[in-house]
Structures are given as structure tokens and as C-alpha cells.
């Protein structure tokens, strides 16, 4: 009996990516449950409010599904690249937690870097980054991943940092190619540098308590 033709690889490539990307905001949060919550109303409006704020575009990526978090008070954004067989995958999170940056970012890592079935990554250097907005610099600290999903070759970001009473974490998902299909640096430094400003002008909304 002869098989039904399966998917066309440049279709089966973009559903394992965006699938990837679905399970994105699971991944995230899975290490984080100790984290504490900065709690009550005005956080959470706040968080909302940064969240409305994220561009509809930034470093060839464009906004898409806005939804909330899947572990805490906030909100998670989806962007993608318009690559074709060749699209980047990218999740934004806000999140109403006092969290530092440096221990967001180890538990999203180990996350990442967790063998599941088909998925295979590791750790391929960390740096920082200062993207400076109208509010000043704010700051990154990321770390680069590469791996397998299946038999794909994938490259990756991942990145968290504090904007105002938020914090920030970033995730990148893409095919490993040369040239890259798109620049992971590039759109973390754009959110950050567009949430640096929108940070100030959020606390200076909000009511005196």
C-alpha cells in the first residue's frame, strides 16, 4: 500500500517552528515557580499597560498573537519574521515578578537546554547588552543556544531584564543558517530599548499610592 505523501519540507519546517515557539511561554515558566509575585492590581494594570506598548514591528519581526501568561500576572506577545521556509519565531513576556534578571535568565536557560523528545540544545555563549531608550539604558542578559528539533538545525536567544515593575524575558527560535534568517540581538536590543521608555512613562501614569 503506498503512503500518503507527507508534508512539503518547506511546510513542515514552519510547523516545527511555530510549534516551537508555541511551547515557547510553557518552556519559559516551567523553572520559575519560586519566583516571588509582586502581586495586587496596579502591577499587573502596569504590565498591561508595557505590553500594549510592544511595537508592531522590530529588527524584521512583526507582532502578532497578544495573550496572557501562562505562569503569572502579565502578558506574552508572539512575533515572527515573514521568511517563508526560513521564518524566526520570537515570544516577549511581561511579567509581575520581582525576579532578577540573572536568575530568570539561569531557570528559562535550563528550560531550554532540557532534552525532550525530537529536541536537542546546549548553550552557546552569553553576553550582555545596555539598549539605551528615551528612559536610559536597559539592561540584557542573554544567552545564545543552537540545537536540533527533530533533524532541523535550530539557533536560538534567550534574554531577560527588568522594565520598571516588569520583568522582561525574550526568547528567539530560528533555523541555523548562513546567512542567519534574521538577528535575535538585534530585536531583543529593539524591545528593550523601546520598553526603556515606555517603563518611565508608565510609572509617572500611575496613581500615587
Do not use: H, K, W
Amino acid at each position: 500500500m503506498d503512503r500518503a505523501p507527507g508534508p512539503p519540507p518547506r511546510r513542515a519546517l514552519r510547523f516545527r517552528l511555530l510549534a516551537a515557539l508555541a511551547a515557547a511561554p510553557a518552556l519559559l515558566s516551567g523553572g520559575c515557580a519560586a519566583v516571588s509575585p509582586l502581586g495586587g492590581a496596579a502591577p499587573a494594570a502596569d504590565v498591561a499597560a508595557l505590553a500594549e506598548r510592544l511595537p508592531a514591528s522590530a529588527a524584521g519581526f512583526r507582532r502578532g498573537v497578544a495573550r496572557p501568561a501562562a505562569s503569572a500576572q502579565g502578558r506574552e506577545v508572539a512575533y515572527a519574521t515573514e521568511g517563508g521556509r526560513l521564518t524566526a519565531a520570537a515570544t516577549v513576556e511581561l511579567l509581575a515578578e520581582d525576579t532578577a534578571p540573572a536568575a530568570a535568565l539561569e531557570a528559562a536557560l535550563a528550560d531550554v537546554l532540557r532534552a525532550g523528545p525530537a529536541r536537542e540544545m546546549r548553550e552557546a555563549g552569553r553576553f550582555t547588552a545596555a539598549a539605551a531608550g528615551a528612559g536610559g539604558a536597559l539592561p540584557l542578559v542573554c544567552a545564545r543556544t543552537d540545537g536540533r528539533y527533530g533533524r532541523e538545525r535550530v539557533a536560538g536567544l534567550v534574554c531577560a531584564g527588568r522594565a520598571g515593575v516588569a520583568l522582561l524575558r525574550i526568547r528567539v527560535t530560528m533555523p541555523a543558517r548562513e546567512p542567519p534568517p534574521a538577528d535575535p540581538r538585534a530585536f531583543a536590543e529593539a524591545i528593550a530599548a523601546t520598553l526603556s521608555g515606555s517603563a518611565v512613562a508608565t510609572a509617572a501614569a500611575a496613581p500615587a499610592g
